[in-house]
Each structure stands twice: as C-alpha cells, then as structure tokens.
C-alpha cells in the first residue's frame, strides 16, 4: 500500500491529523514509500468500530476484529503504509491498557496475512534494562552501536533523563524489535547524521540523497530489531507535521 493511498483514505477522516515519514533500512534495500496518519479515536465517531472497519478495508484489511475488543479502551488510532504492507494501531493510556504497560496494540497485514503486534512501554524499567534489550535483538556491530548511541540521545533529550523505548513482539512469531522516541531531542535529521550514516554503512547503503532531501525533518524515533527470518531493519522515522482536515 502506497502512502499515497494512506494519505487519501485517512483524509475521509475529517478529524485533525498527524502524518510521519519513514524509512526503513534493511541489507541493500533502502525501503521510502512508508508512513504513519496519527489521529485521537473520535476521529472515528459516531460510529467508531464501523468507522475502524471501512477504513481498515479501503487499506487492504482483510479482518480488522483482533482490536475491535479493545477500540473502547483506545484512545488514539494510527493507520500505517509500508509498501505491500498495511497496518493499524490502537494507543492505550496507561490507566485503560488491556496488559500492563502496553502502549499500542497494532494489526498489519500483507495480503490475507494479518499479524498482531504487541509494543510495551519501558518507561518503568531502569536504562540498564534497555540497553540490555538492545543488545538482545541486535547484534554485535555498527547498527547495535548506532542503536546504543540513540538511546543515549533519547534519554538525554528527555525532560525526564529517561529514554523513552517501546519492546515490539509479533503474536507466534520471532519477529521482535525496539523502538526508541528521540523526538525531545529536539534534533532534525542532519544533526544526527554522525549517529545514523554507520546505519546506513552498516547496511551496505549510500544515505547521501536522503540527507539531502530530508535533513532538515524532525528526527522522530528509530526502530531496529529482525524479522521473522532473523534479518535485521532499522526503520527511521522522521517529519512529523500536521494535516488539515
């Protein structure tokens, strides 16, 4: 699915909205045509689980009902475009969570193949505990120290000194990875580029035009881990800007 066709079907929404680029970074592959429509759940009223299937649908949704149980307890909806893949995002705040600490409970679909993605919050867990996840999922080189090297700018870019790191698990899959908000750093692309070049090194890539056309963009988060095969990925995800309804 195309971010084109995203942007066109979450724009029937007519709600205010949140649009983020992505990236994502895989051996030889850099993959562009990625990105994320943010919206608070009553963007989907008045009929709201109605509302999640028709557009889950127009994205390429076989079977949206994994989060119809947990739409009430939501409280922001995100709908995502990752070339042949779809996915959908239900937010939870921490006191309507229907697991401890899970932030976001999220479908993504491939064709008739819908996976769910479970991503807890590390907010209550020590650095040292995330920087041993990191060393978990990643291996030892230049995208675990790129990675190491973001999750000391999340933290110290954060109001808090505490980085702000999502555990991403697929249901019956070995798929896992980390996310890592560095949005309070307060960096764009550009002043991160002596982090994030060894990524693109590490993954035989040349970022030079993506430096180029995007270095002036917010630097969001980064996401790095393997899939289901044990390959790994680094998605970047950068730009985050208001949408008009």
Known sequence: MSVSHL?????ELDAPRIFERSI?????????????????KRALYPGPRNTLIEACAALGCPDSGALHPHL???????????????????????????????????????????????????AHKPHSDKKALV???????????????????ARDGDP??????????????A???????VADAQQSISDAATLLIPLFDAFRLDGKAFFKT??????????????KPGAPFAPLYYGAKALCP
């Not at 970074?25 to 429509?37: F, M």
């Not at 060393?135 to 700018?153: E, Y």
């Not at 808090?160 to 899959?173: I, P, R």
């Open 72 to 122: 009430p307890q939501a409280s922001a909806v995100h709908f995502g475009a990752d070339g042949d893949i779809g996915k959908c995002y239900l937010e939870f705040t921490p006191d309507a969570a229907p697991m401890p600490h899970l932030v976001f409970l999220a479908i993504k679909w491939r064709g008739d193949d819908v996976r769910l993605n479970y991503y807890t919050g590390m």
């Open 24 to 40: 994502k970074l895989s051996d030889g592959h850099l993959a562009n045509d990625r990105g994320l429509v943010s919206m608070d």
């Open 175 to 181: 798929r896992a990875s980390i996310d890592i908000s």
């Open 160 to 173: 808090d000194d505490e980085a702000v790191v999502l555990h991403v698990t697929e249901a019956g899959s």
């Open 214 to 227: 995007s270095g002036a963009a917010r630097f969001g988060h980064i996401a790095a881990g393997s899939d």
């Open 135 to 153: 060393d978990a999922l990643i291996p030892d080189g230049a995208v675990r120290t790129a990675t190491h090297a973001c999750l000391t700018l």
């Open 7 to 11: 942007l066109s079907v979450t724009a």
